[in-house]
């Protein structure tokens, strides 16, 4: 059978072999053993009602051992055997080529280039979800190949509920990953729900399939260092020379030093993990490796001096750092931290003066002691970094809970009201009031023909577009503006593509609308081939996140979720290809609702109608709210845009005077 046919088929009619593991995956850690007998039974009777009675018997000791081994039923057996990369859209059998599209993007979520654990459906995250188990996957795939544009495929946490009757206008898609009565949304709900087969942890672009590998997490790092330097130097001084301290080499924190010689300073980076370290600088991430603290002071003597750009990874503990070049007077200008503090008992944060090894034997063999030297640890690295900004240091949160970790450990980090800690995250501080308030988000676009040619002229595209639209801005936006326009151009030479022809840029709605249409325009013009919008959830709309996106939102609604509920709504009646919203991604399950959406531009007049529908009210809806929680620069982007779209009219805060609340109570 040809791939085509394979697509088609669904679930094979002859039961395939058993296969053994690839030795070289990298496979899924062994989830909980949470379910009792009786759940065991349900978890199998679940899984097999994929499949006929005549192989239940043979299924169901299988996946008996699947669940007892691995703590999931991911199906192994029904992995098929072609090759699963973003092909050409042309390659796939469909009838409509939003279904095509689809199919392309969703096997670009599972290709083992780009996918964390490609045998367990888990594209990054160490749980983000594309399918449960491979028999969703194979019926997702023969139902896209075998829908019309007036149908619509519902998908349930990976699960194809079926193929409903719609409208050409309607979606092709509806995903739901996660969703969760509120009361049965904590961690061990996900372990418990997901192990009986009826949900599952989508993060944000894995069950959306919008993933485009490590270059969105690069951009947005870039964005934020870029934004730091800023806020502190004096206008017209430049990052270089000067020092950004931060730690982690890994999975998102290893962007930081390919951030940072974007953003043209001197990146010092701590890794513990030796590995980790190692493995940035072969890929060429970052660019000097160290290990010992002289080595480094002298290095970075030499970089300031001659006002260097480089990016160095010192392989040792991030204490080690900020305490020693207290004593040194090593002026820090931007600090933060990216170690895994938001699971800081099980490696994600390592404590000082004890080898990597000695930690790891802790960890497993005395967790309690494990725990007190990590916040043992946490104590120290916040005096430290108390001393640097007492001397200037810019210091913010990168969303990785380390100033909740340092606060839970006792250490000197809440503000005076004991409420708010002394130092903004880089939400609250830099993409909130710089980004997002403004609209400006992580808008990305994959090229479906698989061509780099078409992924050139794209980009030629979208910074011609950027500068035309530069050239009328405000002030306000010129610097967001400018920073894009020299992301774009550089982009190629920065080599991120992995797996599909993907690019990503931070554009606001009228970027967004005036990119694709001229897309829509070069595929009509038979310029490029067809062109798939979609965006990160990390953005302006469509994430309600109370401690990361929306941690910006000062009037105690960052608490809802009724934007991100909107916005999944809103998009997909105003023109979505698909359409998204997860419960959990990034910050954990139960702490944030979040959405996405994908849309196929084809050329069409059509595509061009829904492209400047969607578009407008997904960027701006986002606005709206965040002018209402009276975020300043949200009000006058809100304002702009009603006066230049009249059929916009959104409610406007009144301001209160501060004297006049200190008076009441
Ligand atoms: N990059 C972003 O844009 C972004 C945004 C939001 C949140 N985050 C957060 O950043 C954190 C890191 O994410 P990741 O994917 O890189 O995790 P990861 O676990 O892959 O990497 C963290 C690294 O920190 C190292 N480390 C731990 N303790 C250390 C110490 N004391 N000194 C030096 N190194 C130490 C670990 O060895 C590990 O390699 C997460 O909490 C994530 O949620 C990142």
Same mark, same amino acid.
């Given at each position: 059978?040809?791939?085509?046919?394979?697509?088609?088929?669904?679930?094979?009619?002859?039961?395939?072999?058993?296969?053994?593991?690839?030795?070289?995956?990298?496979?899924?850690?062994?989830?909980?053993?949470?379910?009792?007998?009786?759940?065991?039974?349900?978890?199998?009777?679940? !899984? =097999?009602?994929?499949?006929?009675?005549?192989?239940?018997?043979?299924?169901? $000791?299988?996946?008996? &051992? #699947? @669940?007892?081994? %691995?703590?999931?039923?991911?199906?192994?057996?029904?992995?098929?055997?072609?090759?699963?990369?973003?092909?050409?859209?042309?390659?796939?059998?469909?009838?409509?080529?939003?279904?095509? !599209? =689809?199919?392309?993007?969703?096997?670009?979520?599972?290709?083992?280039?780009? $996918?964390?654990?490609? &045998? #367990? @459906?888990?594209? %990054?995250?160490?749980?983000?979800?594309?399918?449960?188990?491979?028999?969703?996957?194979?019926?997702?795939?023969?139902?896209?190949?075998?829908?019309?544009?007036?149908?619509?495929?519902?998908?349930?946490?990976?699960?194809?509920?079926?193929?409903?009757?719609?409208?050409?206008?309607?979606?092709?898609?509806?995903?739901?990953?996660?969703?969760?009565i509120p009361n049965y949304s904590q961690p061990d709900d996900w372990e418990k729900f997901n192990a009986l087969g009826?949900?599952?942890?989508?993060?944000?672009?894995?069950?959306?399939?919008?993933?485009?590998?490590?270059?969105?997490?690069?951009?947005?790092?870039?964005?934020?260092?870029?934004?730091?330097?800023?806020?502190?130097?004096?206008?017209?001084?430049?990052?270089?020379?000067?020092?950004?301290?931060?730690?982690?080499?890994?999975?998102?924190?290893?962007?930081?030093?390919?951030?940072?010689?974007?953003?043209?300073?001197?990146?010092?980076?701590?890794?513990?993990?030796?590995?980790?370290?190692?493995?940035?600088?072969?890929?060429?991430?970052?660019?000097?490796?160290?290990?010992?603290?002289?080595?480094?002071?002298?290095?970075?003597?030499?970089?300031?001096?001659?006002?260097?750009?480089?990016?160095?990874?010192?392989?040792?503990?991030?204490?080690?750092?900020?305490?020693?070049?207290?004593?040194?007077?090593?002026?820090?200008?931007?600090?933060?931290?990216?170690?895994?503090?938001?699971?800081?008992?099980?490696?994600?944060?390592?404590?000082?003066?004890?080898?990597?090894?000695?930690?790891?034997?802790?960890?497993?063999?005395?967790?309690?002691?494990?725990?007190?030297?990590?916040?043992?640890?946490?104590?120290?690295?916040?005096?430290?970094?108390?001393?640097?900004?007492?001397?200037?240091?810019?210091?913010?949160?990168?969303?990785?809970?380390?100033?909740?970790?340092?606060?839970r450990a006792g250490a000197d980090v809440m503000a005076e009201n004991a409420i708010d800690f002394k130092y903004a995250?880089?939400?609250?501080?830099?993409?909130?009031?710089?980004?997002?308030?403004?609209?400006?988000?992580?808008?990305?676009?994959?090229?479906?023909?698989?061509?780099?040619?078409?992924?050139?002229?794209?980009?030629?595209?979208?910074?011609?577009?950027?500068?035309?639209?530069?050239?009328?801005?405000?002030?306000?936006?010129?610097?967001?503006?400018?920073?894009?326009?020299?992301?774009?151009?550089?982009?190629?030479?920065?080599?991120?593509?992995?797996?599909?022809?993907?690019?990503?840029?931070?554009?606001?709605?009228?970027?967004?609308?005036?990119?694709?249409?001229?897309?829509?325009?070069?595929?009509?013009?038979?310029?490029?081939?067809?062109?798939?919008?979609?965006?990160?959830?990390?953005?302006?709309?469509g994430t309600d996140s109370p401690y990361r996106e929306t941690s910006n939102i000062y009037d105690g609604s960052k608490?809802?979720?009724?934007?991100?509920?909107?916005?999944?709504?809103?998009?997909?009646?105003?023109?979505?290809?698909?359409?998204?919203?997860?419960?959990?991604?990034?910050?954990?399950?139960?702490?944030?609702?979040?959405?996405?959406?994908?849309?196929?531009?084809?050329?069409?007049?059509?595509?061009?109608?829904?492209?400047?529908?969607?578009?407008?009210?997904?960027?701006?809806?986002?606005?709206?709210?965040?002018?209402?929680?009276?975020?300043?620069?949200?009000?006058?982007?809100?304002?702009?845009?009603?006066?230049?779209?009249?059929?916009?009219?959104?409610?406007?805060?009144?301001?209160?005077?501060?004297?006049?609340?200190?008076?009441?109570?």
């Open positions: 059978m040809n791939f085509k046919e394979q697509i088609a088929q669904g679930i094979p009619t002859e039961l395939p072999k058993k296969k053994t593991y690839p030795a070289d995956a990298n496979r899924a850690p062994k989830r909980k053993d949470i379910l009792s007998k009786e759940e065991k039974q349900l978890a199998i009777r679940n !899984a =097999l009602r994929y499949f006929d009675a005549s192989w239940h018997e043979e299924l169901a $000791a299988e996946f008996a &051992e #699947e @669940l007892k081994e %691995y703590g999931r039923i991911y199906m192994y057996r029904f992995k098929p055997a072609y090759k699963i990369h973003a092909r050409d859209i042309a390659e796939y059998p469909a009838k409509s080529t939003q279904a095509a !599209a =689809l199919m392309l993007m969703i096997q670009n979520n599972l290709d083992p280039a780009v $996918a964390q654990h490609p &045998e #367990e @459906l888990i594209t %990054y995250g160490g749980n983000g979800a594309v399918f449960q188990n491979w028999a969703q996957y194979l019926l997702v795939m023969e139902y896209l190949s075998m829908m019309t544009d007036e149908q619509t495929l519902h998908l349930y946490s990976g699960h194809p509920m079926g193929l409903f009757p719609s409208s050409k206008n309607a979606p092709r898609v509806i995903v739901t990953n996660g969703m969760m009826v949900t599952q942890y989508g993060q944000m672009t894995a069950g959306s399939f919008m993933y485009i590998g490590p270059q969105g997490i690069v951009h947005g790092t870039t964005i934020t260092v870029m934004n730091a330097f800023r806020k502190i130097l004096p206008k017209g001084e430049t990052p270089a020379g000067k020092i950004f301290l931060t730690a982690g080499l890994g999975g998102m924190s290893g962007a930081q030093p390919k951030a940072g010689n974007i953003a043209g300073c001197i990146t010092i980076a701590a890794e513990v993990n030796r590995k980790a370290a190692t493995k940035r600088h072969q890929q060429g991430w970052v660019d000097v490796l160290i290990d010992n603290m002289d080595a480094l002071l002298a290095r970075v003597k030499q970089a300031q001096a001659a006002h260097e750009v480089v990016s160095i990874a010192y392989i040792g503990n991030i204490v080690e750092i900020w305490e020693r070049f207290d004593v040194e007077d090593i002026h820090i200008h931007v600090g933060s931290d990216q170690t895994s503090l938001h699971i800081p008992w099980t490696g994600g944060y390592y404590p000082i003066d004890i080898s990597y090894e000695e930690s790891n034997r802790l960890i497993r063999e005395e967790p309690a002691v494990f725990k007190e030297k990590v916040q043992e640890t946490l104590r120290r690295h916040a005096a430290a970094i108390n001393k640097h900004t007492a001397k200037g240091t810019y210091f913010f949160d990168y969303g990785n809970a380390f100033l909740l970790e340092a606060s995250s880089y939400v609250q501080d830099i993409l909130g009031p710089m980004c997002f308030d403004y609209g400006f988000g992580p808008f990305r676009w994959v090229c479906a023909s698989g061509k780099p040619e078409d992924l050139d002229a794209t980009d030629d595209i979208a910074a011609s577009v950027l500068q035309e639209i530069m050239e009328n801005s405000p002030e306000e936006i010129q610097l967001q503006m400018q920073d894009n326009i020299t992301w774009i151009k550089d982009a190629k030479k920065n080599k991120m593509v992995v797996g599909s022809q993907a690019r990503i840029l931070y554009a606001d709605a009228e970027g967004r609308s005036k990119i694709a249409a001229a897309f829509n325009n070069a595929i009509a013009a038979g310029k490029i081939g067809p062109v798939v919008l979609g965006r990160d959830h990390h953005d302006v709309s608490f809802t979720a009724d934007m991100a509920i909107h916005n999944v709504i809103g998009d997909s009646f105003r023109g979505a290809t698909w359409v998204s919203i997860h419960n959990g991604g990034g910050v954990g399950w139960g702490e944030v609702m979040n959405g996405g959406f994908g849309m196929l531009l084809d050329g069409t007049k059509e595509a061009e109608v829904r492209l400047k529908s969607m578009l407008f009210y997904d960027v701006n809806n986002g606005i709206a709210r965040r002018s209402w929680a009276r975020n300043e620069e949200a009000i006058f982007a809100i304002k702009r845009e009603m006066e230049r779209s009249p059929n916009l009219k959104v409610t406007l805060p009144n301001l209160v005077k501060d004297q006049l609340l200190n008076d009441l109570f």
